[in-house]
């Protein structure tokens, strides 16, 4: 596609449950990041991708979240057992062969209730 | 460790005034990027500039210019003859050489009144 496109763009969900975070990256970009931005806040970085592989997990909060990437493409963000802190705008990015700068889609808003 | 500091949270300007933003990073390496996003009230981060450890030459682009200073671990990016549609949330990032992670300042809100 053009851009990086993230889906849903608005996610409600209750405490407790499952939720998967969809990221398309630009055809082509072998890196991907996932970022979070509480409101008003920085952003937190999660973890990136070159190619399939996450060689830095490093900002993952907590077990409960987890990612994959598959044929170098989609990458797909999971919260378990979603808690209301959970509740952020998740960022996803993507460069190509990660020597260029990131092109961020959109975002999902989480909304945990 | 890396880290980019953005001390300015907010800054208002009335529309064409000048204003400077500013940007210092922390970093052992030798090379790395730096990069500055503008975050609108949309919420999509929109690439600005890229420079590399090696580049210290200032770029100018309309009315956005960028400083780059080693020396002082900055780079301060202005905005001349600011309008109403340069209201947003900007942000300084800093990247080591192998671009694994994306080290963004808190960012600067800068609201431009008519």
Known sequence: GAGVSQS???KVTEKGKDVELR???ISGHTALYWYRQSLGQGLEFLIYFQGNSAPDKSGLPSDRFSAERTGGSVS????????QEDSAVYLCASSLLGQNEAFFGQGTRLTVV | AQKVTQAQT????VEKEDVTLD??????DTTYYLFWYKQPPS???VFLIRRNSFDEQNE???RYSWNFQKSTSSFNFTITASQVVDSAVYFCALTPYNFNKFY???GTKLNVKP
Not at chain 1, 76 to 83: A, D, E, G, S, V
Not at chain 2, 10 to 13: R, Y
Not at chain 2, 23 to 28: A, D, G, P
């Open chain 1, 76 to 83: 797909t963000l999971t919260i378990q057992r979603t808690q």
């Open chain 2, 43 to 45: 919420g999509e981060l």
């Open chain 1, 8 to 10: 849903p763009s608005n």
């Open chain 2, 10 to 13: 907010e800054i208002s300007v």
């Open chain 2, 23 to 28: 940007c210092v990073y922390e970093t052992r």
């Open chain 2, 60 to 62: 100018i682009s309309g």
């Open chain 2, 104 to 106: 963004f300042g808190s």
């Open chain 1, 23 to 25: 990221c398309d990256p």
